[in-house]
């Protein structure tokens, strides 16, 4: 199995629509973070969270909320879509340890707003 | 702002060659630094990192650091065509801080 998985894998949706994209970790780390990806701008960050407690904005985080329920998932959601957003979304985790911490990516959902 | 810049590419290099990919940061806070690949379509998976000035090697690859210049490099020895993909270059202000990534460069082995 997996150890971040995201759901759906793929969504179509309407301008206006409430769309939530979910995340969920075996790994058992304590930070989770969600990104969007666009071509030709990499990876940009949504939002983070580095407990269940903790939430922080990142760059782009205008139009998104987030909520973390646990540990181990950790709820991205766009209240009223826009065309603009759509986009490929990436959730990645990680975890507080002595070194660089490596970030572990899901596979992403592809995101649509008709 | 925060920047990471790469050249986008295409970079081609035939078969059997060495690939050199190239990334600048802009802030001096920067601590580690991460490379990412990531093939069409699939999510990003992490080659190596490195947060000493010099050279670190694992396989055919070597990641290079220069906190002075600013500057960040991938060396890929022996390029093969599975090794055709986006490279990210991703840069960690300090420890347990956010990432900021690149915009990544398209890598492409011709056989």
């Known amino acids: 199995d997996a150890d971040v998985t995201q759901t759906p894998r793929n969504r179509i949706t309407k301008t206006g629509k409430r769309i939530m994209l979910e995340c969920s970790q075996t790994?058992?780390?304590?930070?989770m973070y969600w990104y969007r990806q666009d071509p030709g701008l990499g990876l940009r960050l949504i939002y983070y969270?580095?407990?269940?407690?903790?939430?922080n904005k990142g760059e782009i985080s205008d139009g998104y909320s987030v909520s973390r329920q646990a540990q181990a998932k950790f709820s991205l959601s766009l209240e009223s879509a826009i065309p603009n957003q759509t986009a490929l979304y990436f959730c990645?985790?990680?975890?507080?340890?002595?070194?660089?911490?490596?970030?572990?990516f899901g596979p992403g959902t592809r995101l649509t707003v008709l | 702002q925060k920047e990471v810049e790469q050249n986008s590419g295409p970079l081609s290099v035939p078969e059997g060659a060495i690939a050199s990919l190239n990334c600048t940061y802009s802030?001096?806070?920067?601590?580690?630094f991460f490379w990412y690949r990531q093939y069409s379509g699939k999510s990003p998976e992490l080659i190596m990192f490195i947060y000493s000035n010099g050279d670190k090697e694992d396989g055919r690859f070597t990641a290079q650091l220069n906190k002075a210049s600013q500057y960040v490099s991938l060396l890929i020895r022996d390029s093969q065509p599975s090794d055709s993909a986006t490279y990210l270059c991703?840069?960690?202000?300090?420890?347990?801080?956010?990432?900021?990534f690149g915009p990544g460069t398209r890598l492409s082995v011709l056989p």
């Open positions: 802030d001096r806070g920067s601590q580690s």
């Open positions: 990645a985790t990680s975890w507080q340890a002595s070194g660089p911490d490596e970030q572990f």
């Open positions: 790994k058992g780390h304590d930070r």
């Open positions: 969270s580095f407990d269940v407690k903790d939430i």
């Open positions: 991703a840069a960690l202000q300090w420890y347990g801080q956010n990432f900021v």
